[in-house]
C-alpha cells in the first residue's frame, strides 16, 4: 500500500514508513495515520498511530517494540494534557506522546476511539479527522499563518507588501509638498555649489590683480547666494515640518483605528504598554527617517553628484584620490548596521517593559498604597529604568563611535588632497593652481558631508526599521474577523443555539467543553456555576470577542459568525462583570452606544437601572466627569450606569454578568424589578451567584468546570437534587443562619 | 478549611502506578490513591512545592521538598514529574528566521533537537530576573532557555532578548 496517499496530519517520517510497512498485513487498509512529535519516553523523536479497519496501531523511532491493539479490544481510550505534551492512553496504557502541536487530533482519536463500538471499522472517526486535519492544514502557503477558513486571503501576506510599499502609502497624500520642496532644494544645491567655484577665481584672479571692482561684485553675488539659501531654508524647514505633522497624524489616527478592530485575544497577549509605545515613540521615529529619506536624502545625494561633476571636472586625477575612504566608509556602514540593529531591538523591548509597568501600576496606585508597596514599585521600576539605561550605554558607545571613525577617513581624505595637491601645486603638473587647490578642498570638505549622511543613514534606518516593524504588527494584524459584514440584521427574535462548543484560551486546558444548549426566544436563562467554570466565558463566546471555539453558536438558525459584526452587537445589550467607566460625564457613559440619544431617553434609562436618583443628588448631575476607569463612583453605582448603558440600546438578547453582584439587597430588589420589567419578551442571560436574582428564570444552566451539567426549569432541577438543589440548600442555610443572626443582634439592642 | 497535610519526611511512602498517578501512605498509616502531581511553581521551584491531587482535582498533600523524601519516594515523583512536565531545556539555537514576524526556530535541547514557531508580534516569551527565558510556541507549548547570556549571542539574543 502506498504510505504517501494515506490520510495523515504530517508527512510519514520515512524510518516509520518502512517499520509501518512490516506491521501491516497484506490486505489491511490504514485508514489514517496521526504523526506525533515525541517518544513515550518524552524526547524527541518521530512516533505514530495508525488506525486501519480493524486495528490501532503505534509505532516509534528507535528500538520501541510497536504496540497493537484489535479496534474491538479498546475498552478505553483517553488523552491527558499534560504541562507541554499530552498523552494518549488506550486500555490505559501510555500509546502516543506529542507536544501541543497535534493534541486536538489525539482528543478526537480518544474519542472516537473510546465510543468505537458504535463505529467497529473506524469509518466516522476517519472523517472527523480528516475534517481536523483539513482545518488544520488551513494556512497560507506563503507565510505559513493560519488562516479564518479555507481558500481565504492571507491577511498577512495582501497587506503585508515591502515596508516601502506600507509606508509610502503614508507619503502619497502629501507628495505636492515633497516634490516642492525637493524642486526648490535643486536651487539650493546649486547654491551651495558655487561659493567654492568663486573662491578659485578670488584667489586665481581677483587677488593677484587687485581688482577692488571685481571683489565688490564677487561680494555681493555671494551675498545674494546666501540669502537666497537662507530664504529656501526657511521655507523649506516649516513646509516640511508640517508634511511630518500630517504624516504622523494620519500613521497614529491608522494605528488607533487598527488597534480598536483588533480581536480580544491580542489584548490577551499583548501588553497595553507596548501599544501605547508604538502609538507615541514609533510613529514619531519612522516619520522622522521618512523625511529624512525623501528630503534629505535626495538633496544630499544631489549634492554629491553635483560636487563630483565639478570635482572631476576641474581635475580628474585628485578627484579620484579624494573618493579613496569612500569603500571603506560604506563597509563600516553595513558593519555598523548589523550591531546596532539588535540594540535597538533591546532598547525598545526595555522601553515598552517601561511603559507597560508605567500603565499597569499607575492606575493601580490605591492597591499599590494600600499595601504599602510605594517603596516596592520603585525598585522594580528602577529595575526596568536600569536595564533600559544598560541597553542605551550599549547603543550610546556605538553609536558615537561609528560617526567618529568615519570622521577620522574622511579626514584621512583630505590629507591626501593636501599632501598630493599642494605638491602638483608646487610643481606646477596636472594644470593644478593655488586657487584651483583651495577650491578643491573645499569641495572636497563638503563632499564628505553627504557620504557622512549616508553612511549615518544606516542608524537612522535601523532605528525606523525598529519602529516601522512594531507599528505593522499593528497594522497588518489580523482584525476581529467579520466575514458577514453587510449581512446586518434587523430584530432578532431571540433564539439561541449552542452545538457542540469547545473552547480553549490557550492549549493548556480546555476551558469550554462540549456546550449544547438552546434557548427559546423571550426565555430567561439563568446561569450558575462555581466560579471559574466558564460562565463568563460562554457569554464572551455569544458576544464574539473569540471566534475560534470548535462547534458553532447560531442566533434566529444563523451562525453568529456570518453576521455583521456591528450590527449583531448592537442588538445584544450586556452588563459585564466588571463594569469600566470612561473618562467622561455620566451622559456620555450611559450613551455610549450613540451620544445623539435623545436625552430624555437616557434619563429613562437611568431610571430604570436606578441610577437616575444618584445622579441627580451629584452637584454636576449627568455632567459629572468621571475619573479614569470611573473613579469618583461606588461600584454599586458604577454597575447601574452599566446596566442603563446596555438597556438604552434597547437591544433584543439581554446579558447580565453578575449585574447586582455588589449591590445591597434592597438596592438589587429595586434593580431586579426594573430588569423584570424590561426584560419582558426578550431573551435573557443572566449569570448570578445570589440565586435569589433568578426567581423569574424559566430555565436554569449548570455550569461546571467548563461543561453544562445540569439543565432544566427551577422545578425539574429541584427535583433531580443535583448540583443546583445543592446550591439552593446551600444558600437558604446561609440566608436562614444570617436572618437568625440579625434576629439576636436585634433582641440584644431591644 | 481543612488542615493542609504537608509531606516533608522520610516516613511518607510514594509509590508509583501506571498513568504517571501516586500512592501515599502517610506516617499516621491514612492513604489516598490515584494521585496526580502537579508542581505549585512549574517555573521556579522545580523540586519543590508539588500538590498531590485526587481524582476530582482536590488537594490531599503537598510536598514540601523532594529532597526531604526518602529515596524511593523521590523517585516515584521524580518520574512523575519529569513525564508530566515537558519543558526542554534549549541549549543551542542553529537556526532562527524571522518570517512575517514568526521565528521559526531550531534548536538542539535536552530532550532532542526540534523545531518550532515563536510568535514574535506578541513576544511570546518571558525573560526571568536569573537570565532564564522561558518561550511559549504558537502551540502552547513551553521551551526553557537556563540563560540567555550563555546562549551564542549571534542568534537567539539578536532577535529575542
Ligand atoms: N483571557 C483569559 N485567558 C486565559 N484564561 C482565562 C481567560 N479568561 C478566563 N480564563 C480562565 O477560564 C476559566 C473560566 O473563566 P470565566 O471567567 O468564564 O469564569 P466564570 O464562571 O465567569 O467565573 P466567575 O463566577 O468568577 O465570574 C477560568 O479558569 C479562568 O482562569
Ligand atoms: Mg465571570
Redesign the pocket.
Given at each position: 500500500m502506498n504510505l504517501n496517499d494515506v490520510l495523515s496530519n504530517r508527512p510519514i517520517p520515512e524510518a516509520l514508513q518502512e517499520k509501518l510497512q512490516a506491521e501491516i498485513g497484506q490486505n489491511e487498509k490504514i485508514r489514517f495515520v496521526i504523526v506525533g512529535d515525541l517518544t513515550t519516553e518524552g524526547q524527541y523523536g518521530d512516533c505514530l498511530l495508525a488506525v486501519t479497519e480493524s486495528r490501532v496501531l503505534c509505532i516509534e523511532s528507535g528500538d520501541t517494540v510497536p504496540f497493537a491493539l484489535p479496534l474491538c479490544d479498546i475498552s478505553s481510550a483517553s488523552v491527558r494534557r499534560l504541562y507541554s505534551n499530552a498523552v494518549l492512553y488506550l486500555n490505559k496504557k501510555a500509546a502516543l506522546r506529542a507536544s501541543f502541536a497535534v493534541v486536538a487530533l489525539m482528543e478526537a482519536v480518544a474519542k472516537g476511539l473510546s465510543d468505537i463500538g458504535e463505529d467497529p471499522t473506524a469509518e466516522n472517526l476517519t472523517e472527523t479527522v480528516r475534517h481536523l486535519i483539513e482545518k488544520e492544514q488551513c494556512f497560507c502557503p506563503k507565510c505559513g499563518r493560519a488562516l479564518i477558513h479555507p481558500g481565504a486571503e492571507c491577511l498577512n501576506c495582501i497587506s503585508k507588501g515591502r515596508l516601502i510599499k506600507k509606508l509610502s502609502a503614508y507619503l502619497k497624500p502629501q507628495i505636492k509638498p515633497i516634490l516642492l520642496s525637493i524642486i526648490i532644494s535643486v536651487i539650493t544645491v546649486i547654491a551651495e555649489l558655487v561659493p567654492p567655484y568663486v573662491t578659485k577665481t578670488l584667489v586665481d584672479n581677483v587677488i593677484p590683480q587687485k581688482n577692488i571692482r571685481l571683489l565688490c561684485g564677487v561680494v555681493a553675488f555671494l551675498l545674494a547666494i546666501y540669502v537666497l539659501q537662507a530664504v529656501i531654508a526657511t521655507f523649506r524647514g516649516n513646509l516640511m515640518r508640517l508634511t511630518g505633522a500630517k504624516i504622523i497624524f494620519a500613521l497614529r489616527s491608522d494605528v488607533y483605528k487598527k488597534a480598536q478592530y483588533l480581536p480580544v485575544s491580542y489584548y490577551?497577549k499583548t501588553s497595553t504598554g507596548s501599544i501605547y509605545a508604538r502609538i507615541s515613540n514609533d510613529t514619531n521615529t519612522l516619520n522622522n527617517f521618512m523625511l529624512r529619506v525623501t528630503q534629505e536624502a535626495i538633496v544630499q545625494f544631489l549634492i554629491l553628484i553635483g560636487i563630483m561633476i565639478v570635482m572631476f571636472c576641474m581635475n580628474w586625477r585628485l578627484a579620484l584620490l579624494s573618493l579613496a575612504p569612500v569603500p571603506v566608509v560604506a563597509i563600516g556602514a553595513r558593519f555598523f548596521g548589523k550591531k546596532i540593529k539588535p540594540v535597538y531591538h533591546r532598547i525598545w523591548t526595555r522601553w515598552s517593559s517601561i511603559s507597560g509597568l508605567l500603565s499597569d501600576t499607575l492606575p493601580g496606585i490605591r492597591v499599590i498604597k494600600a499595601f504599602a508597596g510605594e517603596k516596592r514599585a520603585i525598585e522594580k521600576f528602577d529595575r526596568y529604568n536600569n536595564n533600559w539605561l544598560k541597553e542605551e550605554r550599549r547603543a550610546s558607545f556605538l553609536t558615537s563611535l561609528f560617526p567618529q571613525s568615519v570622521n577620522f577617513f574622511i579626514t584621512c581624505g583630505t590629507l591626501i588632497i593636501w599632501g598630493l595637491g599642494g605638491s602638483w601645486t608646487i610643481h606646477g603638473v596636472a594644470g593644478m593652481s593655488t586657487g584651483l587647490l583651495v577650491s578643491f578642498l573645499s569641495y572636497a570638505a563638503m563632499f564628505y558631508v553627504p557620504v557622512n549622511f549616508f553612511a549615518n543613514l544606516s542608524d537612522s534606518y535601523q532605528q525606523a526599521l525598529t519602529s516601522a516593524e512594531r507599528l505593522l504588527d499593528i497594522l497588518d494584524a489580523e482584525p476581529e474577523a467579520d466575514l458577514g459584514k453587510g449581512n446586518a440584521v434587523g430584530t432578532f427574535k431571540g433564539r439561541i443555539e449552542y452545538k457542540n462548543v469547545s473552547f480553549s484560551?490557550?492549549k493548556t486546558d480546555k476551558?469550554l467543553q462540549n456546550i449544547n444548549l438552546t434557548i427559546e426566544p423571550g426565555d430567561i436563562v439563568g446561569i450558575v456555576?462555581t466560579?471559574?467554570?466558564?460562565?463568563?466565558?460562554?457569554i464572551n463566546l455569544l458576544m464574539r470577542f473569540y471566534d475560534n471555539y470548535e462547534g458553532e453558536i447560531l442566533v434566529d438558525g444563523q451562525d453568529i459568525r456570518t453576521i455583521d459584526m456591528e450590527s449583531f452587537r448592537s442588538q445584544i445589550g450586556f452588563v459585564q462583570?466588571e463594569p469600566l467607566m470612561f473618562h467622561d460625564t455620566i451622559f456620555n457613559n450611559i450613551a455610549l452606544a450613540d451620544p445623539d440619544l435623545p436625552v430624555e431617553a437616557v434619563i429613562e434609562a437611568a431610571d430604570v437601572s436606578n441610577a437616575h436618583e444618584f445622579i441627580a443628588a451629584m452637584p454636576d448631575g449627568y455632567d459629572t466627569v468621571l475619573g479614569e476607569r470611573g473613579t469618583g463612583l461606588s461600584g454599586g453605582e458604577r454597575q447601574r450606569i452599566s446596566i442603563a448603558r446596555a438597556i438604552i440600546k434597547n437591544p433584543s438578547i439581554l446579558i447580565f454578568d453578575?449585574a447586582t453582584a455588589s449591590v445591597d439587597s434592597e438596592t438589587e430588589h429595586l434593580i431586579q424589578g426594573a430588569i423584570e420589567r424590561l426584560i419582558s419578551g426578550r431573551t435573557t442571560l443572566m449569570?448570578a451567584?445570589r440565586l435569589s436574582t433568578l426567581r423569574r428564570a424559566n430555565k436554569i444552566v449548570v455550569?461546571d468546570n467548563g461543561q453544562i451539567i445540569e439543565c432544566g426549569t427551577p422545578a425539574e432541577l429541584m427535583a433531580q437534587k443535583g448540583k443546583y438543589y445543592r446550591l439552593i440548600e446551600i444558600q437558604n442555610m446561609f440566608e436562614e443562619a444570617q436572618r437568625r443572626n440579625e434576629d439576636e443582634r436585634f433582641d440584644m439592642g431591644g | 478549611m481543612t488542615v493542609r497535610i504537608w509531606i516533608d519526611n522520610e516516613d511518607t511512602r510514594i509509590t508509583l502506578r501506571e498513568g504517571l498517578q501516586l500512592d501515599i501512605v502517610l506516617p499516621d498509616g491514612k492513604s489516598f490513591n490515584n494521585l496526580t502531581a502537579r508542581r505549585l511553581f512549574p517555573i521556579s521551584k522545580h523540586n519543590e512545592y508539588v500538590t498531590l491531587l485526587d481524582e476530582n482535582g482536590k488537594e490531599v498533600a503537598v510536598i514540601r521538598s523532594l529532597e526531604k523524601l526518602s529515596r524511593e519516594s523521590r523517585a516515584a515523583v521524580s518520574q512523575v514529574l519529569q513525564q508530566s512536565y515537558f519543558i526542554p531545556k534549549i541549549e543551542a539555537i542553529t537556526d532562527i528566521r524571522d518570517k512575517y514576524g514568526i521565528f521559526h526556530i531550531t534548536a538542539k535541547t535536552d530532550h532532542g533537537n526540534c523545531s518550532f514557531k515563536v510568535n514574535a508580534r506578541t513576544r511570546s516569551w518571558t525573560v526571568l530576573p536569573d537570565r532564564r527565558v522561558i518561550l511559549r510556541d504558537t502551540n502552547d507549548n513551553r521551551y526553557e532557555i537556563p540563560d540567555h547570556e550563555q546562549l551564542d549571542r549571534k542568534s537567539a539574543d539578536k532577535y529575542l532578548f
Open positions: 490577551d484560551f490557550d476551558t456555576g466560579t471559574g467554570a466558564g460562565k463568563s466565558t460562554l462583570q453578575e449569570i451567584h455550569v | -
